[in-house]
Structure formats: C-alpha cells, structure tokens
C-alpha cells in the first residue's frame, strides 16, 4: 500500500516543499521545490514587512496548489527561526492560513535539530556514534551530536545573518570576513556544552549542498550524487577564495551555484570553516536530507508507526 504525504519548510532564506511516497518502508520523492524568498531580508526591527508577508503567501499559494494536484491529504508545515524572531509571527501564521489554508507550526531550535538529524539519517547509511550534524541554515544554526553524550543545540548563528551583520561590501572586505569568522567561531564555542572527538561530521541544507554542486561542477542539481558526497577542507578553502573575489553577481558565472545564493554563500561558508577548525575535521560528509526531509519522516512514523524510514534519491543525466 502507497502512502502519499508532503512537508513545507520555512526557512530564513528558501522555502521548500516535498511530496513523496511511502512504499514498504522507503520513502520515494515525486516532487521537490525550493523558493529563494529571502525572508531575514525582510525583517525590519523584529516585525516581517508585508512585502515579506506577501511574498510568503504567494509562494504557499503555489504549492497548495502542487500538494491538490497530487492529491495529498498528510502533510506537515513548519516555520524555523525567521518565524520565531519575528514579533509579528502569530500575525503572519494567521494570514497564511487564511490566504492558503496551510497551517503553520513554528518549531523551536531544539525540535528543529531533532528533525533534522531524523532527516539527515533517513538519507546516509553510517553508524550514529560519534557524529555531529550541522544544519546550517539562513537564521541559525542547528547542531546535532549522536552516539554517547548526545545533544541539540540550536545556534544563533545563519548565513543570512553573517551576511547582513559583517559581509557588506560586495566582494566583501578582508576585514569583513575576518571579523565574521572570529564570530562564528566565538558562537560555536561560546554555545557548545563540552568537546569530544567526531568520527564524523556531516553538514545539510542549502549552503553545503551548494558546495558540494560547485564541487561536483554540476550543471544539473542532482539529489543522489550531492548526498554522501565527501568536501575536503582545502577543497571548501579553494571554493571560498574563488566566490570572495568576485561580487555576487560575478559568483552566479560558477557552475552549480543556485540563483538567489550568490548574496549569502559566503556567510554559510565561513559557518562551515569555523565548525571545521573547531572541530579539528578536515572533511565534511553532505547530506542530501534534512530537516524537509525530517518534518516528513516524523510526520509518516507517528501516523503510520513505522520506524527507520529511508529516502530514496533516483540519479538523473545530466
């Protein structure tokens, strides 16, 4: 028996949607979307403009319309850290499910790690012990320790607010990325409750799959060959240096970098270089899932009672 159910991520900076089938415990995606709709930008002194508002709903409006078209009844939408920084969040929830009828749960930092390690583990077949998962998102930052002495930490600390806090010249300055840098690096330490040696240290979402398709010089984004893929250090050094030098515009020219990214990707770089010294790492495993994936895996096991549900990725021509 086939169970077709979808998830709506907000995020600070896309919004994403997916719709899969659960077919005997393997979760098979018909439909992924993602939106550049750049919400942090549009967080004026605690309150989301309406012209952030609209964009928003317009969007949703069109994925209502994609979960009809495939006739899903189950799904779950959830709303992360732009949400839960906007003053008028209750507002915006409100006028989202009047204008679409899509309901929005606004998760805390803590249940969006959880999601996320349910997501990033439902794509990787690797052992949980010692591993750190690192959801590097536009507002904040979700961090996920498996195996002994695990926990969730949710950091506050994105590449959308790097970008707007320090990288405001376009390319930015050297001064610029170092004072991001040494911020980054403060927050994680700062934030972090102890230290232990990592078997592994895996990243998800849009900044590190992103690098991973600059790595991969792939025309075509391609879910099954960005997941479990290995980005060495220096290879993540040689990519920051060729996108720094250029303005934002310029970066749209490398292959495999996403339209909409070229403002922020250096502010989610410099995220993941400072998780990689501090973590004494020097390779970062990706993970195509993630906290879409996750909603939606959580969502199956409590409906269904099914556990260990597992993505599966087709691989496309290029």
Same mark, same amino acid.
């Given at each position: 028996?086939?169970?077709?159910?979808?998830?709506?991520? @907000?995020?600070?900076?896309?919004?994403?949607?997916? @719709?899969?089938?659960?077919?005997?415990?393997?979760?098979?995606?018909?439909?992924?979307?993602?939106?550049?709709?750049?919400?942090?930008?549009?967080?004026?002194?605690?309150?989301?403009?309406?012209?952030?508002?609209?964009?928003?709903?317009?969007?949703?409006?069109?994925?209502?319309?994609?979960?009809?078209?495939?006739?899903?009844?189950?799904?779950?939408?959830?709303?992360?850290?732009?949400?839960?920084?906007?003053?008028?969040?209750?507002?915006?929830?409100?006028?989202?499910?009047?204008?679409?009828?899509?309901?929005?749960?606004?998760?805390?930092?803590?249940?969006?790690?959880?999601?996320?390690?349910?997501?990033?583990?439902?794509?990787?077949?690797?052992?949980?012990?010692?591993?750190?998962?690192?959801?590097?998102?536009?507002?904040?930052?979700?961090?996920?320790?498996?195996?002994?002495?695990?926990?969730?930490?949710?950091?506050?600390?994105?590449?959308?607010?790097?970008?707007?806090?320090?990288?405001?010249?376009?390319?930015?300055?050297? +001064?610029?990325?170092?004072?991001?840098?040494?911020?980054? +690096?403060?927050?994680?330490?700062?934030?972090?409750?102890?230290?232990?040696?990592?078997?592994?240290? @895996?990243?998800?979402?849009?900044?590190?799959?992103?690098?991973?398709?600059?790595?991969?010089?792939?025309?075509?984004?391609?879910?099954?060959?960005?997941?479990?893929?290995?980005? *060495?250090?220096?290879?993540?050094?040689?990519?920051?240096?060729?996108?720094?030098?250029?303005?934002?515009?310029?970066?749209?020219?490398?292959?495999?970098?996403?339209?909409?990214?070229?403002? @922020?990707?250096?502010?989610? *770089?410099?995220?993941?270089?400072?998780?990689?010294?501090?973590?004494?790492?020097?390779?970062?495993?990706?993970?195509?899932?993630?906290?879409?994936?996750?909603?939606?895996?959580?969502?199956?096991?409590?409906?269904?009672?099914?556990?260990?549900? +597992?993505?599966?990725?087709?691989?496309?021509?290029?």
């Amino acid at each position: 028996m086939e169970l077709i159910a979808a998830s709506i991520d @907000i995020g600070t900076h896309t919004t994403r949607l997916l @719709i899969a089938y659960l077919k005997e415990g393997r979760l098979i995606p018909v439909l992924t979307k993602r939106t550049v709709t750049k919400l942090g930008f549009y967080l004026k002194k605690g309150q989301m403009t309406s012209e952030g508002i609209e964009k928003l709903v317009k969007v949703l409006k069109e994925y209502k319309k994609d979960i009809q078209a495939y006739k899903v009844k189950n799904y779950r939408a959830v709303g992360t850290a732009v949400l839960r920084k906007a003053l008028n969040s209750a507002f915006i929830t409100q006028i989202i499910e009047e204008k679409t009828g899509i309901k929005i749960d606004v998760i805390d930092g803590e249940t969006e790690a959880f999601l996320t390690a349910k997501g990033v583990m439902s794509t990787l077949d690797i052992a949980q012990e010692s591993v750190l998962i690192a959801d590097i998102g536009g507002g904040s930052t979700e961090l996920v320790c498996l195996g002994q002495n695990a926990f969730y930490k949710s950091l506050p600390l994105g590449a959308s607010w790097l970008t707007q806090e320090f990288l405001k010249s376009d390319p930015p300055l050297s +001064k610029e990325i170092e004072a991001a840098y040494n911020t980054a +690096k403060d927050v994680i330490i700062r934030k972090l409750p102890f230290y232990q040696p990592l078997v592994t240290l @895996i990243g998800t979402a849009g900044t590190v799959s992103t690098l991973a398709a600059i790595d991969l010089e792939m025309h075509v984004y391609q879910p099954a060959l960005i997941n479990g893929h290995k980005l *060495t250090l220096s290879r993540i050094k040689e990519i920051f240096n060729l996108l720094a030098t250029r303005p934002a515009v310029e970066r749209l020219k490398i292959t495999g970098l996403e339209k909409g990214r070229e403002q @922020i990707i250096l502010g989610g *770089t410099i995220i993941v270089l400072a998780l990689l010294e501090v973590f004494k790492k020097d390779e970062l495993l990706v993970s195509e899932g993630g906290l879409l994936e996750g909603i939606l895996v959580d969502f199956l096991e409590q409906k269904t009672g099914q556990k260990d549900l +597992k993505f599966i990725f087709n691989k496309q021509e290029e």
